[in-house]
């Protein structure tokens, strides 16, 4: 069975430093998400691609995060400086035109 | 902006007994309702999914049902059991075509005891 697959699965880094996640969707899912989860609380949305463009970046905090998808395939998603409240579930999840999102197991990052 | 609220955010029961979750959303353009699983230090995985043209929708021991006008719908769980714990999520989305994010509920943590 295809999967999203992510990694790392988990990240210690230290505030202030640089940090990357990254997505590789189901083939040939054309949309491509990247969630995060704090701890106790539902995925929120903060990217959205649909190939390599951005679709919705809204509640991005685009002053530290940046997300890219160069080829329309893998993504990554990267956090320069980290900040102790970065600390969260980071999901990437894919699909294909009205199909359900298939989630990957998720980076948990931890900022000390 | 779009919000989706889940209740309860804990729920215990028995063994055998059902489990009802609730979820309120605030975009009436809102057209595909998914529900997700997701036991601890795993992915969430979809359980169930019920768009806007239908009421309800039954998968074995699972339903969801749908009420537009009330903007809101809900997830039932009949016979549970122990492996039925876990968080579940209710979300929202406007689905069109390729695009749709979907806005997801903060969770009900089910507890199903033996």
């Known amino acids: 069975e295809a999967e999203v697959a992510q990694s790392p699965r988990y990240k210690i880094t230290e505030k202030s430093q640089a940090v990357a996640f990254w997505c590789d969707p189901i083939s040939g899912h054309a949309t491509l998400y990247w969630y995060r989860q704090i701890l106790g609380q539902g995925p929120e949305l903060l990217v959205q691609f649909q190939d390599e463009s951005v679709v919705d970046d809204s509640q991005l905090p685009k002053d530290r995060f940046s997300a890219e998808r160069l080829k329309g395939v893998d993504s990554t998603l990267k956090i320069q400086p980290a900040e102790l409240g970065d600390s969260a579930m980071y999901l990437c999840?894919?699909?294909?035109?009205?199909?359900?999102?298939?989630f990957g197991q998720g980076t948990r990052l931890t900022v000390v | 902006g779009e919000n989706v609220e889940q209740h309860p955010s804990t729920l215990s029961v028995q063994e055998g007994d059902s489990a009802v979750i609730k979820c309120t959303y605030s975009d009436s353009a809102s057209n595909y309702f998914p529900w997700y699983k997701q036991e601890l230090g795993k992915r969430p995985q979809l359980i169930i999914d019920?768009?806007?043209?239908?009421g309800e929708k039954k998968d074995q021991r699972i339903a969801v049902t749908l009420n537009k006008t009330a903007k809101h719908f809900s997830l039932h769980i009949t016979e549970t059991q122990p492996e039925d714990s876990a968080v579940y999520f209710c979300a929202a989305s406007k689905r069109t075509g390729n695009t749709g994010k979907l806005i997801f509920g903060q969770g009900t943590t089910l507890q199903v005891k033996p």
């Open positions: 019920i768009r806007s043209n239908v």
């Open positions: 999840a894919s699909r294909h035109p009205n199909t359900e999102a298939f």
